[in-house]
């Protein structure tokens, strides 16, 4: 398969490569915002299951975002065992925000509710509000889904509120999860 031509987006972080597949759009919003209007197209016209992955880095945890993680979780949790639950959902400088086309064909096949609610299907808007949406003072809620720890996002919008589910995986970083969309 062939990759997405990414404008202003870069296979490698400083030094660090990455994976094949991604690329990072980083301090540009006008590129990420058209990036992920890229991977949205390539998501929803290829639905091969063999499809290769193509995916967007759009953010590199920093010291500031870590810390503000880690506050929540304090407010989330309390005082009480929070070196356990620290040790759960830690967040390392360093961890990269990705987004893939996965995910893209996972919201709009299972969250697309036309049926039931016309102002809950995704559309590509949804999709590039993703960046603003994963923001620590979003965050709702820690939770555990099959081993893997989860940190929920949301944010109101004119039209509802934009869920937003991120897994935190100890090498590739932060992959979102799922999105969908709720009154």
């Known amino acids: 398969m062939k990759s997405i031509p990414f404008k202003n987006a870069s296979d490698s972080i400083g030094r660090r490569r990455l994976p094949s597949g991604l690329v990072a ?3 540009d919003p006008e590129s ?3 990036a992920i209007a890229q991977l949205h197209e390539y998501a929803t016209r290829n639905r091969e299951s063999n499809r290769h992955r193509q995916g967007v880095v759009f953010r590199v945890v920093q010291a500031w975002e870590s ?3 880690r506050h929540k979780l304090y407010d989330y949790t309390g005082s009480k065992n929070i070196s356990t639950y620290d040790a759960i959902f830690a967040v390392p400088l360093g961890h990269l925000h990705v987004l893939d086309d996965s995910l893209i064909s996972h919201a709009c096949n299972r ?3 036309a049926e039931t609610n016309p102002d809950l299907v995704m559309n590509l808007v949804d999709f590039q509000r993703i960046p603003e949406v994963i923001d620590p003072r979003h965050i709702t809620e820690f939770s555990v ?3 893997m720890p989860r940190i929920v996002y949301q944010k109101e919008y004119t039209n509802g509120w934009l ?3 991120e897994e935190i995986q100890a090498i590739a ?3 979102v999860k799922t999105i ?3 009154k």
């Open 145 to 147: 889904v099959k081993e």
């Open 32 to 34: 990420l915002s058209l």
């Open 180 to 182: 969908y969309k709720k």
């Open 163 to 165: 869920v937003v589910v």
């Open 67 to 69: 810390q503000a993680i």
């Open 25 to 27: 759009v980083l301090d």
């Open 111 to 113: 969250h697309a509710a």
């Open 173 to 175: 970083g932060l992959s």
